[in-house]
């Protein structure tokens, strides 16, 4: 299951930036969407969670300034993030599970560049 991502780029610290990430095919049930984050030199993290019930989780960093949401009828997750920091520097990754054909699936997507910078 291949997913799109997009939204990622430059910002100033204190902005806005908005990714995507939406799922290629149909005929799919998703359980659980995500983003995570891998900066240079450090392992990758999740960042936030939502799944079919609507149930959010977050990065303590990232809680208040960080929103997920989804859009099932198109298959696709969003983070939306404000207040934006230069620790949020990072390739920002989407990582959707659930079910197609009877078989279980996990999927990442190729990440986003997010760089905060002055």
């Known amino acids: 299951v291949e997913l799109v991502e997009s939204g990622g780029g430059l910002v100033q610290p204190g902005g806005s930036l908005r990714l995507s990430c939406a799922v290629s095919?149909?005929?799919?049930?998703?359980?659980?969407m995500a983003w995570h984050r891998q900066a240079p030199g450090k392992q990758r993290e999740l960042v936030a969670s939502?799944?079919?019930?609507?149930?959010?989780n977050y990065a303590d960093v990232v809680k208040g300034r960080f929103t997920i949401s989804s859009d099932n009828s198109k298959k696709t997750v969003y983070l939306q993030m404000n207040s934006l920091k230069p620790e949020d520097t990072a390739v920002y990754y989407c990582?959707?599970?659930?079910?197609?054909?009877?078989?279980?699936?996990?999927?990442w997507g190729r990440g986003t560049q997010v760089t905060v910078s002055s």
């Open positions: 990582n959707i599970q659930g079910r197609q054909f009877a078989s279980d699936f996990v999927s």
């Open positions: 095919r149909s005929r799919l049930t998703i359980s659980y």
């Open positions: 939502i799944n079919r019930s609507g149930s959010e």
